[in-house]
């Protein structure tokens, strides 16, 4: 499988962006995704993730209310919708693939480069 996010940019702090990651193959849709991100001197940090389906999703607390995780399965591909984005929400941000939806980095069995997000005060 293989991962390409879009979206990031620059905002100022209260604004929103949209990432999205679209996927390579046929079985996206066995793969529930993950969003993680990482900011400068910082390691990899769980933001959310959606189950295989879309039902079911799961947040980081310090994103809850703020970011909602979707997909499409029949484009391949996983969004994040981030409102009231915060400067500590400054990062590079990455999608990520797993068998089992959950917030452990290290079940992720592929990632995505990254798209840089900055969000000034």
């Known amino acids: 499988v293989q991962l390409v996010e879009s979206g990031g940019g620059s905002v100022q702090a209260g604004g929103s962006l949209r990432l999205s990651c679209t996927a390579s193959g046929r079985t996206f849709s066995s793969y529930a995704m993950g969003w993680f991100r990482q900011a400068p001197g910082g390691e990899r940090e769980f933001v959310a993730v959606?189950?295989?389906?879309?039902?079911?999703?799961l947040y980081a607390d310090s994103v809850k209310g703020r970011f909602t995780i979707s997909r499409d399965n029949a484009k391949n591909t996983v969004y994040l919708q981030m409102n009231s984005l915060r400067p500590e929400d400054t990062a590079v941000y990455y999608c990520?693939?797993?068998?089992?939806?959950?917030?452990?980095?290290?079940?992720?069995?592929?990632w995505g480069q990254g798209t840089q997000v900055t969000v000034s005060s």
């Open positions: 959606i189950s295989t389906s879309g039902s079911s999703g």
């Open positions: 990520g693939a797993t068998r089992e939806a959950t917030w452990a980095l290290e079940s992720y069995n592929f």
